[in-house]
């Protein structure tokens, strides 16, 4: 009986998806890029990895990407094959920066506000 249970404790962790780890940004550009790239490329765990922990991240991450998958496979293809057109970045201070962006997509001009939050940077809001 104790061998069945091992055997199913042993095939649950066997079966179970193990998470990523994502590194840090090392700076506020490079956590901007990495969660823009990753909606791009339908890659929202990575996404949310690089966003803010609030509720305006999470909710403009999970409309991000139920839009996403409400594509047709050919919506998809597009946006993965978009590239990111940085129009500029402005460093408010050591520990905020803004970056304006487009796709090159459908060219209509977003912005990212970047923070440093506990020693990590991460985007804290998204305007489209």
Partial sequence: MKSIYTGLLVLLIGC??????????????EAG????????????EKATAYAAPSQA????????EKNYRDLD???????RQASIIIEGITDQDSLHTQMNY?????????????????GKWLVVAVKE
């Fill in 16 to 29: 179970s998806t193990p998470t990523k780890n994502f590194p840090p940004a090392s700076s506020s550009i």
């Fill in 33 to 44: 890029r990495n969660y823009v790239e990753a909606c791009l490329q339908g890659d929202f």
């Fill in 57 to 64: 991240m999470k909710l403009h991450t999970a409309n991000t």
């Fill in 73 to 79: 496979k050919e919506g998809r293809s597009s946006f």
């Fill in 102 to 118: 487009q796709y090159s997509l459908d060219k209509k001009s977003r912005q990212l506000e970047i923070e440093k939050i506990n």
